[in-house]
């Protein structure tokens, strides 16, 4: 039996991102469909990397390729919720870092999806893994949980 995942503060994060919904994340169920909190995971990831100045996704020397992810629901979201996506760094390697993301709805405290993200950082030329350069681990220290 594995443990099972537990909601956290928002003082567990460092970097926070508002995030808005849409009607179309609605399911039938009348709450956020499991799927967009992938997209809203991504989407905070992203968008600190690309914030920071460091990291293009297309242009770069580096890119970063997701090679593995998972989330965990504790509360219920829907349109039209404000929601805030908060990130820190769970482990930093040569060439990939663990993002942990919380998923919080209105001004709530406490996660309403906790998740997580790998990327491995991979030279765009040879596609082969490349380590972080010394400005982007700067840069991400900052987050380290």
Known sequence: MTDRAHPEPRSAYRWFLPITTRWMDNDV???VNN?????????????????T?????????????????GCSY???????????????????GTSSVRYGVGIFREDEDQASAGG???HVYL???????A???????????????
């Open 29 to 31: 169920f009348g709450h």
């Open 35 to 51: 799927v967009q909190y992938y997209s809203f995971i991504d989407t905070t990831v992203c968008s600190y990397l690309v914030e």
């Open 53 to 69: 100045g460091l990291f293009h996704p297309t242009t770069g020397g580096l890119m970063a390729v997701v090679a593995e992810s």
């Open 74 to 92: 504790f509360s219920s979201v829907a349109y039209p919720d404000a929601l805030t996506g908060a990130l820190r760094i769970d482990r930093m």
């Open 116 to 118: 997580f993200f790998t």
């Open 123 to 129: 030279d765009r030329a040879t596609g082969k893994p």
């Open 131 to 145: 380590p972080l350069s010394e400005d982007l681990r700067t840069a991400l220290n900052g987050l380290i949980a």
